[in-house]
């Protein structure tokens, strides 16, 4: 296979798609998922599944970048300042949108795996969709930090939520795995995924310290994303909270984390143009035909339970009734992070081949294209920006 000339094709395609989506308003990310689906198997077949297949290291590369991401915005100082507020928040509206999804689906005669798998799945907040929104506009009050803080500390969640979850469901497919080999799974899964990451952290800490040049900083960061990512596949453990750890480490050691932006923004978009372009090629449109109730319950779902959720557990908190109001709408944007837990979930679960990741990417375009709009409605309930 011509590996070589379908990348290509991927990237060239998938940019002309993001550019595409921009000249009709809509975000990029819903451009390169579409034009992904028109190449792919379901359409044309110029990407063919076996393709898909073979460039699977892409998705270890996009997520590890992705949750190391996230991990560089978990700094003590966002604990320490908004911890115990949006930590309630977020933990109370996660499992209320967890329990939302998971039921709707279920009830319309889903099997149970599969509804928790989509239940998890709800919880993810895109940060980079919130992030650059919030760039756009120019926010820094009150409201645009702590939906900030919030959406690190969702995502965190999420994927803590989501190696419980896989654990448990995979020790049910194996009978033989008592209550107790569940626990040491989970620990493992996630005490060692923290460890490893941190040791990564501490290693590329004091590289940073020692002010390397971008070009070779970022050499040594995409081998260790990579190594992160190899360890978590042979020892089973959580891959993204794995490189999260290493990014969480990174920002509470050093100060000049700008180092490692400047390097991520060298990669990320040809990483994240194939990436989501790859995810559109798997979509199924056979299988999408056949789910759209379920699709509606999902989409229904985690906007009831990202809406009134973040209401109800913000009355348990200092925070302003404005604020409480409208985070709900602030974290509807739902992208990369998705993809690559719905990915990783069908790694785990062949049996959910194509339908977990059908739902979600129909999801994915829907909140791209409605999670900003809701946002930034949010931005002027709270008189963050005006309406012109």
């Given amino acids: 296979m011509n590996y070589p000339l379908y990348i290509g094709v991927v990237l060239i395609i998938g940019l002309i798609g993001g550019k595409l989506a921009s000249r009709v308003k809509l975000p990029s990310v819903t451009g390169y998922i579409l034009i992904g689906l028109f190449i792919g198997p379901s359409v044309t077949n110029i990407i063919t599944k ?34 115990k507020t949006l930590m309630t928040v977020a933990l109370g509206e996660g499992m209320l949108t967890f329990g939302i999804v998971s039921t709707l689906i279920y009830l319309l005669g889903t099997p149970i795996c599969v509804a928790l798998i989509l239940g998890v799945l709800a ?3 895109s940060p980079s969709t919130v992030m650059s929104t919030l760039k756009e506009y120019k926010t820094k009050g009150k409201f645009s930090k702590n939906l900030a803080a919030l959406v690190a500390i969702e995502n965190l969640n999420c994927i803590v939520v989501f190696a419980v979850v896989t654990a448990v469901l995979l020790a049910f497919k194996s009978a033989h795995i008592s209550g107790l080999g569940v626990a040491i799974l ?10 490893v990451g941190a040791i990564s952290g501490v290693v590329l800490s004091l590289v940073i310290k020692k002010r390397p040049s971008n070009n070779k900083f970022l050499v040594l960061l995409l081998g260790v994303i990579l190594v992160n990512a190899g360890i978590a596949q042979i020892f ?27 390097a991520l923004d060298m990669v990320e978009l040809p990483i994240f143009v194939a990436f989501l372009t790859l995810a559109g090629a798997k979509l199924d449109l056979s299988i999408l035909l056949s789910i759209g109730f379920i ?16 209401y109800i557990f913000s009355k348990f908190t200092d925070l302003p009734n404005k604020t409480g109001k409208n985070l709900g709408l602030a974290v509807t944007p739902q992208a990369g992070v998705v993809i690559g837990l719905s990915v990783i979930a069908e790694q785990k679960f062949p049996e959910m081949a194509g339908t977990v990741t059908g739902i979600v990417l ?19 309930n709270t008189n963050e920006i ?3």
């Fill in 50 to 83: 076996e393709l898909i297949q073979s460039v699977r290291f892409i998705n270890h590369l996009a997520l590890g970048i992705l949750a190391i991401s996230i991990g560089m915005e978990l700094h003590r100082y966002v604990f320490r300042k908004f911890g």
């Fill in 236 to 262: 089973g453990l959580a891959a993204l909270l794995l490189n999260m750890t290493t990014g969480a480490v990174i920002t509470n050691l050093v100060n000049r984390k700008q180092i490692m932006k400047a």
């Fill in 362 to 380: 129909t999801g994915v375009i829907f909140f791209e294209v409605v999670g900003p709009l809701l946002l930034r409605r949010a931005l002027v």
């Fill in 386 to 388: 005006f309406e012109n």
């Fill in 295 to 310: 699709e509606i319950a999902y989409v229904l779902g985690r906007l009831s339970g990202k809406i009134s959720g973040t």
């Fill in 186 to 195: 989970i620990i493992k899964e996630i005490g060692l995924a923290i460890v």
């Fill in 123 to 125: 919880m993810t907040v």
